[in-house]
C-alpha cells in the first residue's frame, strides 16, 4: 500500500527555514525533526484532510513518464549467453518497457530448484523444456505454457567414430555423460530400444567426453556440439543422433507461467509473450548487435564468452524458432506433439497422471477471448 498526501502549506515556511541553513552547519536530528513535525500536521485553508489512497502496487513501479510498468522476473535455464538473446535484447532495447514491463532476468542458480520458485513466486515467467515442465505439472506445481517457441528439438546424443559406435545399437554396453536433470529423453531412447547404456550424470563440461572418460555425449545442436568441435573435434570425426528422428521430438523452449497469472493477469500474460516475440526478432535480424548485448549481460555475472560461440547458437537458435518455410516464430503447441511426449512419460513411469492438452496449454494469443 501507498499512502499518499500532501505537503500543509503552512509546513513549506518551516522546510524553507530549515534548508536556509548551510550543510555544514545543520544539526541532522533538529532538521529531520522538524520536517517530520511539518508533514504530520493538519493542512491549512481549513481543507478537509483527506483519506489515504490505497494503491495494489503488486509488480507494479512507475516511469519517469508516469506510466504504471510492471516489474516482471524471468527465470532462465542457464546462464547469460545467445539461447536467451531475445530477452537480453528486449531489455536493452526497450522494447518490453514499450510494453509496460520492466524486466529482470533473474541469475542462473544451479542449487534453486525450479519448482518452488516458480510455486512460490520468485519468479513471475519461466523458459522451460516442455519435458521439465510436464514433471513439474505431476508434482503438483500449476503452471501451463502460453507460448511454445522451439519447434523442434535441438538435442541428440553424439559419438566419435573412433569409438566403433555408428548406430544405435552400438551404444549397448556403453557410457554416456548425461546432464544432471535433463535424464529423460536419454532414458525413454535407451529403453526403446533395449539398450543397457551406463547413464554417467555430468554438468556443462564436455571434457569426461573429450577425454574418452565417456563414448556417448549428450548435446544440443546449438551449443555443446560446437564447443566439442571448438575444442579441436572435425565434424567428420563424429556421429549426430537426433532424438527427434527417433520419436522422441521433446520440444524445449517454451514460455510457462502459473495458472493463476492467466486468470488474474492474461493481458500481462499478452504483453509479456508479444514483447519477448518482438525482441527475438529484432535479435535475429541484428545478430552482431544482439551478440554484444549477450556479451555485456554474461560479463555482468562474470560468465566467460567466446563470440564465435554465441555467433553459432544465435544462427541455430533462429532455425528452431523460425524453422525452413515460414518466415515467422510459430508460439503453437501442438496437441499431438504435447500428448505424445505425455505418453512416452507415462510408459516410463516418469509421470502418473494425465493432464489434458488444454489444461496445459493456454495460448497468449487467445487469452483476451477468456476475459
Known amino acids: 500500500m501507498i499512502r499518499l498526501f500532501s505537503i500543509p502549506c503552512w509546513c513549506k515556511p518551516i522546510i524553507e527555514f530549515c534548508v536556509s541553513f548551510p550543510s555544514q552547519t545543520r544539526n541532522t536530528n533538529v532538521f529531520l525533526l522538524l520536517i517530520i513535525l511539518a508533514i504530520s500536521f493538519g493542512s491549512c485553508d481549513n481543507q478537509p484532510v483527506q483519506s489515504p489512497v490505497n494503491i495494489n502496487t503488486e ?24 539461447q536467451f538473446a531475445g530477452y537480453y535484447v528486449g531489455i536493452e532495447k526497450g522494447i518490453f518497457e514499450k ?27 519461466a523458459m522451460l523444456w516442455l519435458v521439465n515442465a510436464i514433471e513439474l505439472r505431476d508434482k503438483g506445481v500449476d503452471i501451463v505454457n502460453i507460448a511454445q517457441l522451439s519447434s523442434r528439438s535441438s538435442l541428440m546424443l ?7 559406435i ?4 552400438d551404444m549397448n554396453g556403453k557410457r554416456a555423460g548425461i546432464w544432471i536433470g535433463y535424464e529423460r529423453q536419454p532414458q525413454a531412447l535407451f529403453k526403446k530400444y533395449n539398450l543397457d547404456v551406463k547413464i554417467i550424470l555430468i554438468g556443462s563440461t564436455n571434457n569426461l567426453f573429450l577425454q574418452g572418460g565417456v563414448d556417448i555425449l ?10 566439442v568441435l571448438n575444442n579441436g573435434t572435425n565434424e567428420d570425426e563424429l556421429n549426430k543422433f537426433f532424438f527427434a528422428d527417433y520419436g522422441l521430438n521433446f520440444l524445449e523452449d517454451g514460455i510457462y507461467c502459473l495458472a493463476e497469472k492467466v486468470r488474474e493477469d492474461p ?55 523460425i524453422p525452413t518455410g515460414s518466415d515467422t516464430i510459430n508460439t503453437n503447441l501442438l496437441q499431438k506433439d504435447y500428448e505424445t511426449v505425455q505418453q512416452i512419460m507415462i510408459e516410463n ?23
Open 267 to 321: 493481458e500481462l500474460c499478452v504483453n509479456f509473450v508479444t514483447a519477448a516475440l518482438e525482441s527475438w526478432n529484432y535479435a535475429f535480424n541484428n545478430q552482431e548487435e544482439a551478440i554484444d548485448i549477450v556479451e555485456k549481460y554474461a560479463k555482468k555475472q562474470n560468465q566467460p564468452v567466446n563470440r564465435s560461440h554465441q555467433r553459432w547458437m544465435l544462427s541455430h537458435y533462429k532455425e528452431l524458432y
Open 218 to 227: 549428450n548435446a544440443n545442436w546449438f551449443d555443446e556440439y560446437h564447443s
Open 99 to 125: 510494453h509496460g514491463i520492466h524486466l529482470e532476468m533473474m541469475p542462473f542458480d544451479p542449487l534453486m530448484p525450479v519448482a518452488p520458485a516458480i510455486r512460490n513466486k520468485k519468479t513471475d515467467f
Open 166 to 169: 555408428s548406430k544405435l545399437e
Open 59 to 82: 509488480n507494479l513501479i512507475v516511469q519517469d513518464t508516469g506510466k504504471p510498468m510492471h516489474q516482471i522476473r524471468l527465470l532462465p535455464y542457464w546462464v547469460p549467453s545467445a
Open 349 to 371: 513411469r516418469f509421470i502418473n497422471k494425465v493432464t489434458p492438452y488444454h489444461s496445459f496449454y493456454k495460448p497468449y494469443n487467445k487469452l483476451p477471448e477468456s476475459r
Open 158 to 164: 553424439i559419438t566419435k567414430k573412433s569409438s566403433g
